[in-house]
T-cell receptor, first 114, second 113 residues
């Protein structure tokens, strides 16, 4: 069974440019998470989806970040415009549900903003 | 709100030596506890978890962790490490009523020959 797929794996852009990350969760997983992982830190939740509904986006900086999961399967996270401080690894995770189920992580997208 | 403290940012050990990676948590309600491992350039993989029942949980590759409620700890141990265990290890906590995982800052385990 395929795991969580993310693309691209690496992205280098100049500040003020837009960037988008894509995630395809494990088949059948209804819950999808986007995390931000800064260097030397643990992941921090940005947004959680239950099917196509964003049920918790309280940690998402909405002035420049947006996300969507239109058909309740794959998801896109966008930053526009990117800032130097956005350089980090963006992780996607999925789980069957949010009760006691394990969250499975993708390999992440490493973003470098110059 | 819950929090996690991983007391060591780096732990260097020699191959076949025992290792303990420390994790303490803070929460006012009952918790679920997790250890994830992150190999270089890879995503996080679940190593083991405590949800309920036996306080000692084991992974398939020889790691174990013990939930200690009185000391609010969930330390990770392995009696004999291999070179291939070199990775970053993250402790995480969530409450039984809240889906949100809170991670520690991670411990880099480096196993030297």
């Amino acid at each position: 069974e395929a795991g969580v797929v993310q693309s691209p794996r690496y992205k280098i852009i100049e500040k003020k440019q837009p960037v988008a990350f894509w995630c395809n969760p494990i088949s059948g997983h209804n819950t999808l998470y986007w995390y931000l992982q800064n260097l030397g830190q643990g992941p921090e939740l940005l947004i959680r989806y239950e099917n196509e509904e964003a049920v918790d986006d309280s940690q998402l900086p909405k002035d420049r970040f947006s996300a969507e999961r239109l058909k309740g399967v794959d998801s896109t996270l966008k930053i526009q415009p990117a800032e130097l401080g956005d350089s980090a690894v963006y992780l996607c995770a999925s789980s069957f549900d949010t009760s006691t189920d394990t969250q499975y992580f993708g390999p992440g997208t490493r973003l470098t903003v110059l | 709100a819950q929090s996690v403290t991983q007391l060591d940012s780096q732990v260097p050990v020699f191959e076949e030596a025992p290792v303990e990676l420390r994790c303490n948590y803070s929460s006012s309600v009952s918790v679920y506890l997790f250890w994830y491992v992150q190999y270089p350039n890879q995503g996080l993989q679940l190593l083991l978890k405590y949800l309920s029942g036996s306080t000692l949980v084991e992974s398939i590759n020889g790691f174990e962790a013990e939930f200690n409620k009185s000391q609010t700890s969930f330390h990770l141990r392995k009696p004999s490490v291999h070179i291939s265990d070199t990775a970053e290890y993250f402790c995480a906590v969530r409450t039984s009523s809240n889906y949100k995982l809170t991670f520690g800052k991670g411990t880099l385990l480096t196993v030297n020959p």
